[in-house]
């Protein structure tokens, strides 16, 4: 029994020692764990301002971002409302074109005068889904050419310098075309 009373006297001494150790070391160690508390507050408080310095930037750069994407869209959709506007004025003028040739070779096929009708509305159309500027003002100066030479075409019958029943340089014009 002694052998027993030995070993958890023994065993006893052992834990008490490595409290001792451990408190020992504890003790020693205090200082260094205290600033490392203490640096590891101050880094998690100066984080955490910094996430909240980085929450309001970011906050601002998208009300910015915002603001303007709203004036693009503002500007787009008042673009595109003109456009709207004067693909309609377009629309009219070419028909206003169709009555004229009506009007100027009464005797003319009303199939031609769509067709005239139609090859100007195809003008208008290539310029305006045109994506490149270059391009644009070419089909604009395509579209200019032809309305000019009907109208030409249509005041020179009227006038009698003409001798033909149709609109020859428009109807070339046409032909050119394809």
Known sequence: MTTLKNLAISLVKLVHSVKDVNLQWQTANQDQQIKLKHTRVLAEKTLEAELKR???????????LRTKND????????????????????????????????????????????????HAKHLLNQMWEAEDFEQKMQHEMQLIQFMTTVHEDARLHLEGATTGKLPERTLSLIQQSY
């Open 54 to 64: 980085k929450s309001v930037q970011l906050a601002h750069e998208i009300t910015l």
């Open 71 to 118: 004036t693009e869209l503002s500007m787009f959709k008042t673009k595109c409302k003109q456009d709207i506007k004067d693909y309609k004025q377009y629309l009219a003028s070419l028909d206003q074109l169709k009555r004229s040739i009506q009007a100027s070779y009464k005797h003319l096929p009303e199939a031609v005068a769509f067709t005239i009708h139609h």
